[in-house]
């Protein structure tokens, strides 16, 4: 065995769907301005964060975290206005329950649905799990292709299907109608991922109870709390008893839950943030729009995508001038010269522009 190198014996052990991947990237991002992540730009308030660094001080970290979260839990059922009989999983993060769900289905054979583009660890975990997996082409104008999309579920019966409302990297809101035809029309279980409600006009959380194959899944990162890793699953017990089993023990630790829940006792601060972004957005949506060469496409997400000439030579120039956003060229065939920028404070969002403008009359 000692004569065998490590990479060797790796690639003789591993599976070939880890091989053939590559780790999730996440740039350096120290001394730029940041809006690249689909964060909230805003710290807490001041008094509030007395608060919280009160908690902490007092919080038994030495003890494992309340296992089933109940305090927390209730807390979200408040603020999420959950209709009445369905329950709360907590994750942490988004990413670990779309595993969880991943891996509760992956009979031999199934398949996990999505449409693309859209957000990447859809594709990433089905591969994790070995669970196969069909993307479906989004409409040239990024809408879903509901005859597509349907025709698809038809012919393949999917186990799992996630559809992002709003989707990432697009920011566009789907027909609610079309989601809804999609639900009715799938056999298997279908995880509407609402990880920008806070910026959206529409949620299927008051529908829940209507479809038995649905489940809303939502993180509280892109409302201010990135940092703690939270995200939950809602929906009825028959599914979340049964992906209870799969949860790991002591998932979302005791800073996490207490941080969030002191947050989410002040629901209504948070939401006044992302109010100020959705002004933000609407103002940087206009600025992008005047600007020749640009084609910036409508967002009810925290985050503009736009379309320039040689984006890769555009972001590049950002980088130069201390702004980080997302290069998504070269992602996918839809998303050729296209970039993502996140909605920041309006002094980042001045800065961004201007970086912008001097790129694109510098690069022509």
Known sequence: MSSISASSLAAALLRQEVLDLHAYHVPESSGYIKLDAMENPYLVPTALRGEIAEAVAAAAINRYPDPGAVSLKEKIRGVTGLPQGMEVLLGNGSDELIQ????????????????????VMYKMIAAFTGMR???????????????ATLAAIKRERP??????????????LFSADAMAQIIQSSPGL????EAYYAFASDSFIPHLARYPNLLVMRTFSKLGMAGLRLGFLAGSAAWLGQLEKLRLPYNVGVLPQLVAEKLLSHHDVL???AEQIKRDRAKLYRQLSEIAGVKVYASEANFLLFRVADATEIFNGLKQRGVLIKNLNG??????DCLR?????????????AALQETIIQSA
């Open 100 to 119: 969880m769900l991943a891996m509760a289905l992956n009979k031999p054979g199934a398949v996990l649905l999505s449409v693309e583009p859209s957000f």
């Open 133 to 147: 997996y069909v993307g479906v082409p989004l409409a040239t104008d990024f809408s879903l292709d509901l005859a």
């Open 159 to 172: 186990a799992l299907t996630f559809l992002a409302y709003p989707n990432n990297p697009t920011g566009n």
């Open 190 to 193: 279908v995880v509407v991922d």
């Open 271 to 273: 939401l006044q943030q």
């Open 331 to 336: 992602g996918h065939p839809m998303l050729k």
């Open 341 to 353: 920028v996140t909605v920041g404070k309006p002094d980042e969002n001045m800065r961004f522009i």
